[in-house]
């Protein structure tokens, strides 16, 4: 028995070191350089299809040989943990020198915030950095880790990431103040509108680059709406289902104006689920809920609009039938919303601190925002900025 535990720990290390062989450290996402990686628990939560896995191997690649040495990378998905715990390959890890413990998509592990607790609570020497869905909320797991976890949320692609990634062009990080003052040059890109159009259909999922890009995105889709949500939830595979037939309906009427009982009449639910079914699906990273400027309340009285998390997913649920008008106000939210509060306005599209946008296309004029304070245009056909009417590219530089 003890020699079939070394030969599967092995199993583990071998692992770990193919992973590595595959990873390149050219391209890193944004988060990589802002994270407390010396933390003693730290978790990255976010989408499927973000990039996750690929930053914890990169974190190990760019260790010292001698740090690497005394580090380990599992994924809980892995056969090894049929018949394993986390708890023991922490305690293994430890005994044999270890410092460092990387774990891969945590969500897939039953019970695994009391075990990170255990952990946490039983090796102090020992630094744990865990990945797992957008949609657990560790603070109310099963084990108190609010005291314990440093949480960051990690979403996909920003164009800026994009056009590094994809065509080796790299750009600053822009302020939002830059970018009202016109300062969004792109040093080696003299038009950046035929990108901007390859990232808005495929630029935000970093496996685009994998190739068969909708066939992956429909199986982000379905495992999100009917295995991610409904396994946390304890739904019903039926109820998963029903979801994904709300995913439908709201792509194809976004920006959705949220009415409860309407959609619950459409999809068969009570009325009272349609509220936490929204929050589960903005966890998820399938929906974005703008609320008024009043904010705070995840409840239907507070949100204006529902839209699709990103463009991406916009083309590959509506395909040819995407509404441009809907994808530009679906970029401007969901690249400004890291870095900014971002709220709904009563005389434009968005709200953000002071400053008032209308997002639109080459007819969009200033007539809706005349006599407004600190008013922008934003328009998608747009090289660069010209008085108060700004490209809607350039809002793809803030992360």
Same mark, same amino acid.
């Given at each position: ?6 030969m ?7 692992y ?12 890193k ?5 802002n994270?407390?990686?010396?933390a003693r ?25 001698d ?18 715990? /986390?708890? &023991?390959? !922490?305690?293994?890890?430890? +005994? @044999?020198?270890?410092?460092? $413990? #990387? ?10 915030s ?11 020497e ?8 957008s ?7 099963e084990?108190?880790?609010?005291r ?5 949320e ?6 800026r ?11 600053p ?6 970018? /009202?003052? &016109?300062? !969004?040059?792109?040093?080696? +890109? @003299?038009?950046?509108l035929? $990108? #901007? ?6 630029g ?8 068969y ?7 982000v889709?379905?495992l ?32 959705y ?10 999809i068969?639910?009570s009325r009272?689920?349609?509220?936490t ?5 903005e966890?998820?990273?399938?929906i974005? $809920?703008?609320?008024d ?8 009285g ?15 649920l ?13 970029f ?5 919303r890291?870095?900014e ?10 709200r ?8 639109g ?23 660069y ?15």
């Amino acid at each position: 028995m003890q020699i079939e535990t070394i030969m599967t720990e092995a199993t583990l290390k071998y692992y770990m070191q193919e992973q590595l062989d595959l990873i390149s450290l050219d391209f890193k996402r944004y988060l990589f350089g802002n994270l407390p990686w010396d933390a003693r628990l730290l978790g990255i939560m976010g989408p499927r299809g973000i990039g996750k896995s690929t930053m914890l191997l990169q974190r190990i690649k760019e260790m010292e040989p001698d740090m690497r040495a005394k580090s380990l990378y599992i994924s809980t998905d892995h056969s090894y943990f049929a018949d394993n715990t /986390l708890t &023991g390959v !922490a305690d293994r890890l430890v +005994l @044999q020198g270890g410092e460092w $413990l #990387f774990i891969d998509e945590v969500h897939k592990y039953k019970g695994w915030s009391r075990e990170l607790k255990q952990i946490y609570d039983t090796h102090p020497e020992l630094h744990v950095c865990f990945t797992g869905s957008s949609v657990l909320d560790i603070l109310e797991g099963e084990a108190d880790l609010s005291r314990r976890a440093l949480l960051f949320e990690m979403q996909g692609l920003s164009f800026r990431e994009y056009l590094e990634m994809f065509h080796g062009i790299k750009s600053p990080v822009r302020t939002l103040s830059e970018l /009202l003052q &016109g300062q !969004a040059q792109i040093e080696g +890109l @003299q038009h950046p509108l035929p $990108l #901007f159009g390859q990232y808005l259909r495929e630029g935000y999922y970093p496996f685009s680059k994998e190739g068969y890009f909708q066939r992956r995105m429909q199986q982000v889709v379905r495992l999100t709406m009917e295995v991610d949500i409904p396994q946390y939830a304890n739904m019903s595979p039926a109820t998963g289902r029903k979801l994904r037939q709300m995913l439908s309906i709201i792509a194809g009427n976004v920006p959705y104006k949220p009415e409860a009982t309407g959609l619950a009449n459409e999809i068969k639910v009570s009325r009272n689920d349609i509220p936490t079914f929204l929050a589960y699906m903005e966890k998820a990273g399938m929906i974005s $809920l703008l609320r008024d400027e009043t904010g705070g309340m995840r409840g239907l009285g507070k949100t204006e609009k529902v839209y699709l998390d990103n463009p991406n997913l916009i083309y590959a649920l509506t395909g040819e039938d995407a509404n441009i008008g809907n994808i530009r106000e679906t970029f401007f939210y969901n690249q400004t919303r890291l870095t900014e509060k971002v709220t709904a306005s009563k005389s434009a599209d968005f709200r953000i601190s002071k400053y008032t946008f209308e997002v639109g296309g080459a007819g969009k004029g200033r007539k809706q925002i005349q006599g407004i304070d600190n008013a922008y245009v934003v328009r998608d056909d747009t090289e660069y900025a010209v008085d108060n009417v700004l490209p809607l590219w350039s809002f793809g530089l803030l992360y």
